[in-house]
C-alpha cells in the first residue's frame, strides 16, 4: 500500500486551496456545462471544436478539483503564530544576502501547494528552500542551479 503525500501548507494556503475549491466546484463548474450545452446545440459533434474545448476545459477542472481536494486531505497545517525565528521553517520569512546580485532578497518558505516564485514564496521542496531549512542567521548556503552555484547568507528570520 503506498501512502499519500503529505502537503506541508500554512492556514493561509489552506484558506487559498478551499476558496479555489469552492470557485471550481460552483462557478466554473456551471460555466463549463453552459458551454457544453451550446455546443450540443451546434449539432454533429465529430467537427465541433467548441465542444472538444468545453470538454477539455471540464477535464481539466475536474483534474484541479480532485488534486485540491486531494492536498486539503492530506494537508499537514503549520500554524505560523508557532513558529521559533532561531532557525529556517515552513512559514519562515527569511532575509537573505544574495551574493550573485548582491542585493537582499526576502523569501517566504512555504509548502508545494503555495509555491509563487513571483511573490518570492518558495517551496521547502525547492534547491533554495531545501537548503535554507534548518539553518540559523548568519548561515551560509549554496545552492547547485542551472547556471551554476548561487550564494546566499541568512540576515534575519521573521
Known amino acids: 500500500m503506498s501512502q499519500e503525500k503529505k502537503y506541508v501548507i500554512t492556514y493561509k494556503g489552506v484558506k487559498k486551496l478551499e476558496e479555489e475549491l469552492e470557485y471550481l466546484k460552483t462557478t466554473k463548474r456551471k460555466e463549463i456545462t453552459e458551454k457544453i450545452k451550446v455546443a450540443l446545440s451546434f449539432g454533429d459533434l465529430s467537427e465541433n471544436s467548441e465542444y472538444d474545448e468545453a470538454k477539455n476545459d471540464q477535464a481539466f477542472v475536474e483534474g ?44 517566504s518558505i512555504v509548502g508545494s501547494a503555495e509555491a509563487d516564485p513571483i511573490e518570492n514564496k518558495i517551496s521547502n521542496e525547492s534547491p533554495v528552500g531545501s537548503a535554507l531549512i534548518g539553518k540559523k542567521v548568519g548561515d551560509e548556503i549554496e545552492v547547485n542551479v542551472p547556471d551554476g552555484v548561487d550564494k546566499y547568507k541568512i540576515l534575519a528570520i521573521k
Do not use: H, W
Not at 88 to 107: H, L, P, T
Open 64 to 107: 484541479r478539483i480532485a488534486q485540491i481536494e486531494n492536498m486539503l486531505k492530506n494537508a499537514n497545517v503549520i500554524d505560523e503564530s508557532e513558529l521559533k525565528n532561531d532557525v529556517v521553517s515552513v512559514g519562515s520569512k527569511v532575509m537573505v544576502k544574495d551574493y550573485q546580485f548582491d542585493e537582499e532578497i526576502e523569501f
